[in-house]
């Protein structure tokens, strides 16, 4: 069954970028993900769904400082021109016939 | 405009039962998968339960066999029953759609707090 690791906490400046990761463990390589936001108080909210090939499919409204890569079994978030509504948490999640839905722990983005 | 709105949580003591409902609107819940996810305070995101498209339910080892998940096709609305409630259900419950094709999440309700204290 597919796990997935999120570095706890990442932080970044007002107007910069910055990249989140979001790891498949062994064996689940090329499974397809999608990047939730969450931003404080508030419901998550669907950003993407990123394939391992780096394709990726932003939902209605996602701005487009918001792109999706990947790399082997990594799948990253890229946030360009930080702006102060960023600040939140970001969670990817995958799909496995035997667990279905799998979330990864999170990361608490802060813009400085 | 795809709309998913949660309704019945509230405050329940331990062992007792609560029915919660979601209300979609700008799509048919019958033809997609669809999904409850809880976050208890300060957690992170824990998958609960699926209905598929064909009507086959899957739950979390930790909710199977108190938790029941099920739709209503006249209401287009989903519904969680939670039976034998626990301390450690008390969180955040989220209604949410998966995307057609690879069933990840594509659109959440504004979730409903269910407490479970005495």
């Known amino acids: 069954q597919p796990v997935l690791t999120q570095s706890s906490s990442a932080s970044a400046s007002l107007g910069s970028s910055v990249k989140l990761t979001c790891t498949l463990s062994s064996g689940h390589s090329s499974y397809i993900i999608a990047w939730h936001q969450q931003q404080p108080g508030k419901a998550p909210r669907y950003l993407m769904k990123?394939?391992?090939?780096?394709?990726?499919n932003k939902g209605s409204g996602v701005p487009d400082r918001f792109s999706g890569s990947s790399s082997g079994a990594d799948r990253y978030l890229t946030i360009s021109n930080l702006q102060s509504e960023d600040e939140a948490d970001y969670y990817c999640?995958?799909?496995?016939?035997?667990?279905?839905?799998?979330f990864g722990g999170g990361t608490k983005l802060t813009v400085l | 405009e795809v709309q998913l709105v949660e309704s019945g949580g509230g405050l329940v003591q331990p062992g007792g039962s609560l029915r919660l409902s979601c209300a979609a609107s700008g799509f048919t819940v019958s033809s997609n998968y669809m999904s409850w996810v809880r976050q208890a305070p300060g957690k992170g995101l824990e998958w609960v339960s699926v209905?598929?498209?064909?009507?086959?339910?899957y739950y979390a080892d930790s909710v199977k066999g108190r938790f029941t998940i099920s739709r209503d096709n006249s209401k287009n609305t989903l519904y969680l029953q939670m039976n034998s409630l626990r301390a450690e259900d008390t969180a955040v419950y989220y209604c949410?759609?998966?995307?057609?094709?690879?069933?990840?999440?594509?659109?959440w309700g504004q979730g409903t707090l269910v407490t479970v204290s005495s």
């Open positions: 949410a759609r998966d995307s057609a094709g690879t069933p990840l999440i594509d659109y």
């Open positions: 209905i598929y498209s064909g009507g086959i339910t």
């Open positions: 999640e995958t799909w496995d016939s035997s667990t279905h839905e799998v």
């Open positions: 990123l394939e391992g090939s780096g394709s990726y």
